[in-house]
């Protein structure tokens, strides 16, 4: 059975980003400022439900989705781009296909004891705290 995830996590670490984003063509300003940030994470997870906000000092990004059922995920803020989006699990970790104008996109977050890991290509960390 798959972990709750509920809780609010503080960043730890990342590694690698700018490589990531460059890789996903991400424009060079955004990435600077990207790298900058240090975000939250707050996780709701109801059953099915799940809603995942990232904090920042800069805007925050809230998904409220069902598990395993395609939604369209406005990334306008983000990056500039909607997809359609589907986030289901894969073992222990949670995994998002986003689907649209630009191929290859998702992350996957997965639990280390109390920190919970974002990506496996660019890592984040976070540390549970309550």
């Known amino acids: 059975m798959p972990p709750n995830l509920t ?6 670490s990342q590694e690698n980003m700018d490589n990531y984003l460059r890789a ?10 990207v790298c900058l940030l240090k975000p939250d994470k707050e996780i709701i997870h109801t059953g099915d439900h799940m809603v995942i906000r990232t904090i920042t000092s800069l805007r925050d990004y809230v998904m409220d989705f069902d ?11 983000v990056d ?39 990506d496996e ?3 984040q960390v976070f ?3 309550k």
């Open 67 to 77: 598990l395993g059922v395609q939604f369209e995920e406005d990334l306008g803020p």
């Open 127 to 129: 540390q549970k705290v």
């Open 7 to 12: 809780g609010y996590y503080r960043f730890v």
């Open 24 to 33: 996903l063509d991400i424009n060079v300003v955004l990435r600077k400022v």
């Open 80 to 118: 500039g781009r909607k997809c359609q989006t589907t986030v289901s699990w894969e073992g222990d970790q949670l995994v998002c296909e986003q689907l649209g104008e630009k191929r290859n996109r998702g992350w996957r977050h997965w639990l280390e004891g109390d920190r919970l890991h974002l």
């Open 121 to 123: 290509v660019c890592v």
